[in-house]
């Protein structure tokens, strides 16, 4: 699980003329090509700024130098091969995003491997582009590398390029790319200018069936299918993580194939396996088909590199954990993965630390499946040594929290947390901090590990006093002062005590109980507990869809409720008046979140795009509903003329109206989770999800204004590492658009060819399931 900073804003609405190639009049199949005419028409269309990336976007480096320099030649073999390892994995991400990523990607790649983006601006110039078409052009290519794809990995929103399709084209035909491989390129950019463009109402967001495009599912995938694979899925104790559904037809009978990622593509059982999962099943009067091979040649290249790092492990449990990785990419076995993830618990206090699998579901629009994720970082011993106290003292304030002692884990299983410098973290997004592995039945009895990602925050916050939106002038000082101070707290307390805390209640396949069903009382009824999770039943697939958010929400909520006790403010260095503003500012921030959260709600189908954004908005409700003057938000107009709004929060009352209304409602969403209630939990939610213009506040109009003055998420430029003989050097990059794109085309160099090929076969073997 994840923790995402918000993004800070800037102001001013920005929109922009394009020449569009698709209007939401078209209806277009996802196969690579335009399926009307009136696509190729040049149209002026108005742009929403959300869908494009601004030629200003802050773009940073992620410094890493110095620690990486402290490693031992072994710790940086080992550091270099891992890293590799978990690039070429991230490419699946492509795959997993939108049905026109590779092809974009691999455009992109081509060019800029012939020429580097100094080199290319000549070209440009001389093609009738502008400084700012150029700039535009990096932006999006930079954009696309850093997300993973088209859709923003914070959001899900799609965004396009911010110059017109005829310059684009101009650039792509003067490219030395074009020159050497004209055919190549031209089938390359018929494939994907199209969808390059298209803002049709389905495409401007991720989703399932007509709520927006995800390549998770075939596009005739609704959520009912989703459902039914997921009991189908549940009755043969596989796991979603690593699968995604392509529903067929199988002479007029529903088929569907659950596909798996693996570097194997045989079926049937092969060395290092009693049996194989694969094969074909019947299921509620429906066909399914298991097979594997999913990515698998990006998997081959994964295992590749896992075997090569291995020769490099500092330990045992190093070793065993990435033979078990290496047979669940081989495989495509989720219980090799978490027979993987057991040793890496194990494997306490490294000093290069790392993770790799299907790890984080927040993409997937029915919330089951992982997308692929990597990270290799290096220990900072010094804030680490802050959060080992802070561990130290979990057993402590873990009955701090509100609900009965029989609503926590039986016990308390310390966990590694650490602050570490990212060396590489691919994917689509880098988050501030990570409670892992996501397995229920491991987190509940042996355990999981935390990491805050101290570079990664070094760089989030920087921010401008007069880049800060919805603040009292008096407020912004003090803000920018305890910002990140007090967001270390509350990732702290988020990842250790929010996502390490509370008990599931379960009863397994042998009718066994983890609690007496005779004696527990459920604190919101006053009645014995009447549910749980039976059989191989998980919190995922029970809460599926609001699974990702509702967690997150509980887990913030825990760093609220935490972040008041004295203890827990003087292990992060903070006594008196200090300690008071870290409080103050903490909340403070999260109700301004709240606020910002807006941005990634889409009113037209009533969905939230982004799983912590929603969290924080729900508490923002919570705490608006306590009244009492605890949290003020008003509709003003700003110093431009233009709408703008204002947030207050009475530091007076934190601790007693703040404090009791986070108590009520933290303790619910424990009971919910912990009883597998999902009518109850999704009730709760949903009524506190809502966006709508009645009431006290009117949240759709205060939508707009959050848009009007809203900032791109920044976008990092990670280093690259190379063997030199018997050394790893540190290949770094400029901290902007033209050093991430370098980064990248330098980073798979060595079978860019083949890489570009694969990837491409990949694509096209699925463009049909897309329609």
């Known amino acids: 699980m994840g923790f995402e900073p918000t993004r800070a804003e800037h102001n001013g609405l920005a929109v922009h003329r394009l020449n569009h190639s698709a209007t939401s009049s078209v209806n277009t199949c996802f196969t690579g090509y335009c399926s009307s005419p009136l696509v190729s028409n040049i149209r002026l269309k108005m742009v929403d700024s959300q869908y494009y990336l601004p030629n200003d976007i802050g773009v940073s480096a992620l410094e890493c130098g110095e620690a990486f320099r402290l490693l031992s030649p072994q710790e940086k073999m080992y550091a270099h091969y891992l890293s590799r390892a978990a690039w070429y994995g991230g490419l699946a991400v492509l795959l997993q995003t939108s049905p026109e990523s590779v092809d974009i990607f691999v455009l992109l790649q081509k060019i800029f491997r012939r020429q580097a983006p100094a080199e290319l601006e000549k070209v440009a110039t001389a093609a009738g582009l502008s400084s700012e078409d150029y700039q535009a052009f990096l932006v999006y290519a930079a954009g696309l590398y850093a997300n993973m794809g088209n859709y923003k990995s914070f959001g899900d929103t799609k965004f396009i390029p911010n110059l017109p399709k005829d310059k684009f084209k101009a650039l792509v035909w003067a490219s030395q790319a074009f020159q050497e491989q004209s055919t190549e390129m031209e089938a390359l950019w018929n494939s994907c200018s199209c969808l390059l463009y298209s803002l049709e109402d389905r495409q401007k967001q991720l989703g399932l069936g007509d709520k927006g495009i995800t390549t998770y599912f075939s596009g005739n995938c609704c959520l009912e299918d989703a459902e039914v694979a997921q009991k189908f899925l549940d009755s043969k104790k596989l796991s979603a993580y690593n699968t995604r559904l392509f529903k067929k037809d199988n002479g007029g009978k529903v088929c569907y194939e659950v596909r798996l990622a693996s570097a194997v593509q045989k079926d049937c059982a092969v060395e290092g396996e009693c049996e194989s999962c694969c094969g074909n099943y019947s299921f509620e009067d429906k066909e399914f088909i298991v097979r594997r091979g999913d990515y698998a040649p990006l998997m081959e290249k994964v295992c590749s590199y896992l075997q090569q790092a291995e020769v490099y492990a500092a330990n045992e449990n190093q070793k065993k954990m990435i033979e078990e990785y290496r047979r669940s990419f081989t495989l495509g076995s989720i219980e090799a993965h978490k027979e993987g993830s057991r040793y ?170 983890n609690f007496d069903q005779s004696k527990v009382i459920n604190p919101e009824t006053g009645e014995l507990v009447s549910s749980w999770y039976r059989g191989s039943e998980t919190w995922d697939s029970k809460f599926s869809t609001i699974a990702s958010s509702y967690e997150e929400c509980r887990a913030e909520c825990v760093g609220l409720y935490l972040c008041l006790n004295k203890q827990v403010l003087s292990i992060f260095g903070h006594e008196g008046q200090d300690a008071m503003d870290v409080v103050y500012v903490n909340w403070l921030s999260m109700v301004r979140a709240g606020l910002l959260g807006l941005e990634f709600y889409t009113p037209e189908s009533k969905s939230w795009r982004q799983a912590h954004m929603q969290a924080r908005f729900v508490i923002l409700r919570v ?149």
Request: aromatic share 10%; with cysteine; hydrophobic share 40%.
């Open 623 to 771: 705490l608006l509903e306590a009244g009492e003057g605890l949290v003020g938000l008003e509709e003003v107009t700003g110093q431009d003329g233009k709408p703008d709004a204002r947030i207050t929060v009475d530091r007076s009352k934190i601790p007693t109206v703040g404090k009791d209304a986070i108590n009520s409602f933290l303790r619910k969403l424990q009971v919910y989770k912990a009883t597998a209630d999902v009518e109850g939990g999704r009730a709760l939610y949903d009524k506190y999800s809502t966006v709508s213009d009645s009431g006290a506040h009117n949240f759709l109009r205060l939508r707009e204004t959050v848009l009007l003055r809203k900032e791109a998420r920044k976008m990092f430029v990670q280093a690259n590492t190379r063997v030199n003989g018997d050394n790893v050097e540190l290949v770094e990059y400029e901290g902007n658009a033209a050093g991430l794109i370098r980064s990248f085309t330098e980073r798979f160099q060595d079978d860019a060819d083949q890489l570009e090929a694969d990837l491409l076969q990949l694509n096209r073997r699925d463009a049909p399931c897309w329609c």
């Open 344 to 513: 890496w618990i194990k494997d306490k206090g490294p000093i290069v630390e790392s993770y790799i699998g299907f790890i984080e579901s927040y993409r997937d629009p029915f919330g089951s499946r992982g997308e692929f994720e990597g990270f290799v970082a290096v220990v900072n011993k010094a804030m680490s040594e802050r959060f080992a106290k802070l561990v130290s003292s979990a057993e402590v304030l873990l009955p701090e929290l509100p609900w009965p002692r029989e609503f926590e884990k039986d016990k308390f299983l310390k966990p590694d947390f650490t602050s570490l410098d990212v060396l590489t973290f691919a994917g689509s997004g880098i988050p501030a901090g990570i409670n892992i592995p996501n397995y229920d039945d491991i987190r509940q009895s042996e355990g999981f590990k935390n990491v805050s990602l101290g570079n990664v925050l070094a760089v989030a916050y920087s921010t401008k006093k007069e880049k800060l939106t919805f603040l009292e002038e008096a407020d912004k000082d003090l803000f920018l002062k305890w910002k990140s101070p007090s967001f270390e707290v509350q990732v702290g307390l988020h990842e250790l005590l929010g996502h390490g805390s509370g008990k599931l209640f379960v009863e397994d396949d042998k009718g066994k109980f």
